[in-house]
């Protein structure tokens, strides 16, 4: 269990927070299964200022998601705390800065991973944000930006005394964006030196793993990102090749409504958002490669799910090799509105 401020979080393992995967259908389902909190899609505070639609949106929610985090990014002090301000009116439970944004159209302009190299910055947007809102502040930080200006200890030091009620680490760089592997001594260092709670974060492929990083790092939750796509099972400690092929097959449905209801439009804008989940949901499925393409390509819902629901299955996944989807990036699905 973790406090953070007067809100209290159950459990080991979260989803992180991923532009174009952690909207609300998609945090419906891992909280379902498990995952101990939600986080929003990170949200451009310049487009919260000017009231852009589609980026207030993505502060929509259902209370089932709770304990809910927005995350915001920005690298304008007034304009971070007036979007706070902002967005606490949604009734978030805490809001979150996020620091690690590896995309160079956002960390290039200082705001994201940008905030490493300027974190009295970011202490003074946690401390303005903190007392516009009233709400609890948290971050998310990588190591540094690169591996000649690792200043991890001094960046959480600064948060802390900025009054940041917990920190998200990222074990890598903003110069090594998604390549290499995350550092857990770094980030077991920092759980070593700080008094605010810590989340550990990077390439964490199970919940076992998780509890076993939980313990040898003595990080206070995991945050699990790419593994978590079309693996919501990972947060009930289910190896997903365990699990049977009509309970993904019903996941997909379930998540497929959650996406018509959240995007509602006339055309097939919710069905084309959800590709992205339904390759991770069958990949080392053994899932007919025809019929994947088909259901690449079709326009219709009812279409869609006709033929998904007609695809049979053995009951367990052929094989159980390791689901690859290491060609999923912060950059894939950023969109910055
Ligand atoms: C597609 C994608 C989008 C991401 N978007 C965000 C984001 O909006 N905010 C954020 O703090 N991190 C974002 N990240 C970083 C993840 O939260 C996480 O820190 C990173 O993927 C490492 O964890 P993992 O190895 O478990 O994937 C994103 C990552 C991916 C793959």
Redesign the pocket.
């Known amino acids: 269990m973790v406090k953070i401020g007067n809100v209290t979080i159950e459990g080991d393992v979260a989803l ?6 952690s909207d609300s259908p998609y945090r419906q389902i891992t909280r379902r299964f498990g995952s101990a909190f939600s986080y929003t ?2 949200v451009s505070t310049e487009q919260i200022k000017i009231g852009n639609v589609k980026s207030l949106d993505m502060f929509r929610y259902q209370e089932m998601e709770r304990p809910l985090v927005f ?1 915001i990014f920005g690298s304008d002090l007034d304009t971070v705390v007036y979007a706070s301000e902002i967005a606490a009116e949604r009734k978030p439970d805490i809001i979150d800065l ?1 620091m ?2 590896s995309v160079a159209k956002v960390s290039h302009n200082g705001s994201g991973a940008g905030l490493l190299k300027n974190v009295r910055l970011a202490g003074n947007m946690i401390e303005g944000i903190r007392k516009r809102t009233s709400l609890p502040v948290t971050a ?1 930080i990588r190591l540094g930006w690169d591996s000649n200006s690792l200043n991890y200890l001094e960046t959480v030091k600064v948060l802390e005394d900025s009054g940041v009620s917990a920190i998200s680490v ?1 074990g890598r760089t903003k110069v090594m964006a998604y390549t290499g592997l ?1 550092d857990w001594n770094a980030i077991g260092e920092i759980k070593s030196r700080t008094n605010v709670p810590i989340y550990g ?4 492929k199970s919940y076992a793993e998780a509890i076993e990083k939980k313990k040898q790092y003595g990080v206070d939750l995991v ?5 978590a796509i079309g693996n919501p099972w990972v947060f009930g400690n289910t190896p997903k090749e365990l699990v049977q092929w009509n309970e993904i097959q019903s996941v997909i449905l379930e998540h497929l409504d959650l996406m018509l209801d959240f995007y509602p439009s006339n055309d097939d804008y919710a069905l084309v958002l959800f590709r992205k989940h339904f390759i991770k949901y069958i990949e080392n499925t053994g899932f007919p490669e025809d019929t994947k393409r088909e259901l690449l390509t079709v326009t219709s819902v009812d279409e869609f799910k006709n033929r998904l629901e007609s695809v049979q299955m053995d009951s367990k996944f052929l094989e159980t090799s390791e689901i690859k989807n290491e060609s ?3 950059e ?2 950023v969109s910055l509105v």
Request: hydrophobic content about 35%; glycine content about 14%.
């Open positions: 992180s927070p991923m532009a174009g995967i899609e990170f995350q996020n690690g944004c998310k990222h995350a974060n990077g390439d964490v945050l699990i990102g790419r593994k999923i990036n912060c894939t699905f």
